[in-house]
């Protein structure tokens, strides 16, 4: 009679057990992020007939089953295959180039099986594996590893841009430097990384100041401004590269962001589509082109606006439902949100997210190796950094990058990219140390 009693308790753990030490929290709230997103997209499509609500849900499942098969996977066995990670990784972004669809001015999807997959999106999760692999031999306290670590992600980051994906290669620098950040480096080191890119914003971007809510500076002074920048990264250098070479750090650091701010001229009259300078420039001054470049965020803000403290109520917002906001269901999610869920309901939503950054946070803070905490920062670092551009480009505080809210915003292969990260993290956490109280 004991040994009967004993059996459903004995087959509960069996089922149990591969799971034991996941954490249990940061499986629920992306779920309950990915079900209230379909709930939204439904809301954004209501009298369109249209059936994304349910692809995203879909994909979701599909994503947490893969994320559940992850957990249960020992993550250290991708030490050894983080170099055929990082091929196969550049092979499709190759592939793509090579017979990828385009739509919207960029060659970004591939057909497989009939269904169109963004392989930028899996380089994300490439590129974090490949990084972690090579920072957890050694870590960026020392200057050639930050050298490496760069270099081995230009390559992926120079296939995606010439796409062009623009949003997506700014993902990959954010996951870079905050890795780099978690593996120790030098801070004076990050900040050299990225000062080419803001000298190539002061020198080669026609800001429309004139017309622009707030003047600050005129074209000229912006160029000054970019002078004094770049000596200012000669300094940077000087202080915090080695003995031996601050001096020629220094130099090198000027010379670099005057090099960017060229590099950035050429690609803004050469390279850049007319859509990307549009969405670089439009979040100054939407109102310049209200019917135009500045349609997108106008209709956000005023949507959001237009939820007060508690919103208008589910399938109700105005905004939404006439469908005045373009991709909302995509890039522009979280305007629905605010709209028919108003200021509170925003709340809740970023209070989730920030949870489940805390969580991805002590993960990473109690890995039992150097290559699962950077992994979880990984990871960390792509939900922060596309959750803050996302929700920013739709209150008018960033450009329009076309980057989308992590389980909320529809996009099968932006879905499956995130539970799969999720799943990587989650195995982290499931065979760390088991912990004593």
């Known amino acids: 009679m004991l040994l009967k009693r004993s059996l459903p308790r004995i087959r509960w753990k069996y089922w149990v057990k591969p799971w034991q030490q996941v954490d249990l ?123 490496r670590a760069l270099a081995i992600t230009a390559v992926p980051w120079a296939l995606v841009f010439l796409q062009p994906d623009l949003a997506t290669s700014l993902v990959f620098g954010a996951i870079v430097l905050g890795m780099l950040y978690w593996a120790n480096a030098n801070p004076g080191w990050l900040i050299l990384f990225i000062s080419p890119v803001i000298a190539a914003i002061l020198f080669s971007i026609p800001w429309p100041l004139s017309e622009a809510p707030i003047v600050l500076f005129n074209q000229i002074s912006l160029t000054a401004l ?40 050429f690609a803004w009259n050469h ?21 135009g470049a500045g349609y997108h965020l106008i209709q956000s803000r005023i ?29 522009f999610i979280f305007s629905a949100v605010g709209e028919e869920f108003g200021f509170i309901g925003c709340l809740i939503v970023l209070f989730v997210f920030c949870l489940i950054c805390h969580r991805l946070l002590h993960i990473a803070l109690t890995a039992k190796d150097n290559f699962g905490s950077l992994l979880a920062a990984g990871v960390l670092s792509m939900i922060v950094f596309q959750m803050i551009v996302n929700i920013g480009m739709t209150v008018g505080l960033a450009p329009v990058a076309g980057i989308p809210l992590p389980w909320m915003s529809y996009g099968r292969s932006a879905m499956l990219t995130n539970f799969i990260a999720l799943g990587l993290v989650e195995s982290v956490a499931n065979f760390r140390q088991r912990q004593r109280y």
């Open 25 to 147: 929290l940061l499986f629920c709230l992306p779920i309950a992020l990915t079900i209230f997103g379909g709930i939204m997209i439904r809301s954004t499509e209501l009298n369109q007939g249209l059936t994304d609500w349910w692809w995203h849900w879909l994909m979701g499942g599909i994503g947490l089953t893969i994320a559940l098969f992850i957990a249960r996977s020992r993550y250290e066995h991708l030490i050894q295959l983080h170099w055929v990670t990082y091929a196969m990784t550049n092979f499709s972004l190759i592939a793509v180039m090579v017979a990828g669809q385009s739509a919207k001015g960029a060659q970004r999807w591939i057909n497989i099986a009939g269904i169109a997959v963004q392989p930028s999106e899996f380089a994300k999760l490439g590129l974090i594996i490949t990084l972690a692999a090579l920072l957890h031999k050694r870590t960026a306290s020392h200057l050639d590893s930050v050298v």
């Open 226 to 265: 970019g002078l004094i920048w770049s000596a200012t990264m000669g300094l940077v250098g000087f202080l915090t590269l080695p003995t031996r070479q601050n001096i020629i750090g220094g130099l090198g650091a000027i010379g670099l962001n005057l090099l960017g701010g060229e590099l950035g001229v």
């Open 271 to 291: 390279i850049l589509k007319d859509y990307q300078k549009l969405r670089l420039t439009s979040f100054v001054a939407p109102e310049q082109d209200p019917l």
């Open 303 to 331: 949507a959001i606006g237009a939820g007060e403290w508690w919103g208008w109520g589910l399938f109700r917002g105005p905004m939404t439902q006439l469908n005045f906001v373009p991709e909302q269901h995509t890039d």
